[in-house]
């Protein structure tokens, strides 16, 4: 485990408010895709990144399994995957 106990505890909060935010929003009016990318996207991932915190696996790349940098994860607190692994993933879906 690299992250320190102080980061993982400000991701923490960062994620429940994102949580929170996003589901108080759902409430509200929204276009269709964006209502449609929060429900399947967003949520799902923050969830899991809730857990994956309190697992100790928080942090660390899905596809190449090396930790992503904390840089990226103070922007995007749910990201499962470091840079690389992202863009691959996302040409592979524009490709396919
Ligand atoms: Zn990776």
Redesign the pocket.
């Known amino acids: 485990m690299t992250f320190s106990p102080e980061f993982l505890e400000g991701r923490t909060a960062h994620l429940r408010r994102k949580q929170e935010n996003t589901t108080r929003r759902l409430a509200g009016e929204l276009p269709e895709q964006h209502r449609t990318y929060k429900i399947e996207r967003l949520l799902p991932a923050v969830a899991e990144a809730l857990t994956r915190i309190s697992m100790g696996t928080y942090g660390i790349?899905?596809?190449?399994?090396?930790p992503?940098p904390e840089k990226r994860l103070l922007k995007i607190p749910e990201a499962t995957?470091?840079?690389?692994?992202?863009t691959?993933v996302e040409q592979d879906a524009r490709t396919h």
Do not use: K, M
Not at 81 to 86: D, G, K, L
């Open positions: 790349c899905i596809e190449c399994e090396t992503i995957r470091c840079a690389p692994c992202q691959e």
